[in-house]
């Protein structure tokens, strides 16, 4: 009998699936800073709220992923990269009845611009669309995607000292 782990939908639902049929993965993601804001995407399935980034491909830079992910979801250049927070999860994607064990990594970045486009129009049929401005005062945490809801609250105050480290007023 094989080992079964237990993994987390887009829904939240669980669901154990044998050991051997997952798979692994690094992926990136960018809480994108623009003034008081940060860029958010909604998850097409759920609605809710999540942040640009995607799976690491083989021989990729973290940093390059991150970029060629902001670039393919909402059109926007990043700059000031800088590590945030690490965690993992598994997540079971229904559309592909796919098991991921993830590495996630979580990085703030700088937009020069608040001009996003909906990836909808770069990326058709991906799970997350319409870009959009969030000020960092009214990010509410039931509005998260799962993972993301509990990271939030954790990294809140960092993003907001990184806004300040840039030069950006916060008050």
Same mark, same amino acid.
């Given at each position: 009998?094989?080992?079964?782990?237990?993994?987390? +939908?887009?829904?939240?639902?669980?669901?154990?699936?044998? $050991?051997? /049929?997952?798979?692994?993965?690094?992926?990136?993601? /960018? $809480?994108? $800073?623009?003034? @008081? +804001?940060?860029?958010?995407?909604?998850?097409? &399935? #759920?609605?809710?709220?999540?942040?640009?980034?995607?799976?690491?491909?083989?021989?990729?830079?973290?940093?390059? /992923?991150? @970029? @060629?992910?902001?670039?393919?979801?909402?059109?926007?250049?990043? &700059? !000031?990269?800088?590590?945030?927070?690490? !965690?993992?999860?598994?997540?079971?994607?229904?559309? *592909?009845? *796919? /098991?991921?064990?993830?590495? $996630?990594?979580?990085?703030?970045?700088? %937009?020069?611009?608040?001009?996003?486009?909906?990836?909808?129009?770069?990326?058709?049929?991906?799970? #997350?669309?319409?870009?959009?401005?969030?000020?960092?005062? !009214?990010? =509410?945490?039931?509005?998260?995607?799962?993972?993301?809801?509990?990271?939030?609250?954790?990294?809140?105050?960092?993003?907001? =000292? =990184?806004? %300040?480290?840039?030069?950006? %007023?916060? %008050?």
């Amino acid at each position: 009998m094989s080992e079964l782990v237990e993994f987390t +939908n887009v829904h939240g639902e669980k669901k154990l699936i044998p $050991l051997e /049929a997952v798979k692994e993965r690094d992926s990136v993601y /960018a $809480l994108v $800073l623009h003034g @008081r +804001n940060v860029l958010f995407v909604n998850v097409k &399935e #759920t609605g809710k709220k999540w942040v640009l980034g995607g799976g690491v491909e083989p021989g990729e830079a973290v940093e390059d /992923a991150l @970029r @060629r992910e902001a670039k393919e979801e909402a059109d926007v250049e990043l &700059e !000031d990269i800088r590590a945030l927070y690490e !965690d993992e999860t598994y997540f079971f994607h229904e559309p *592909t009845q *796919t /098991a991921w064990h993830v590495r $996630l990594l979580f990085f703030t970045a700088r %937009s020069q611009s608040d001009r996003v486009v909906d990836k909808e129009l770069l990326v058709p049929n991906e799970d #997350t669309h319409q870009p959009h401005w969030v000020n960092v005062d !009214d990010v =509410r945490v039931e509005d998260l995607q799962p993972v993301l809801d509990r990271i939030y609250p954790l990294v809140r105050d960092e993003i907001v =000292r =990184r806004m %300040s480290d840039g030069g950006i %007023s916060v %008050s």
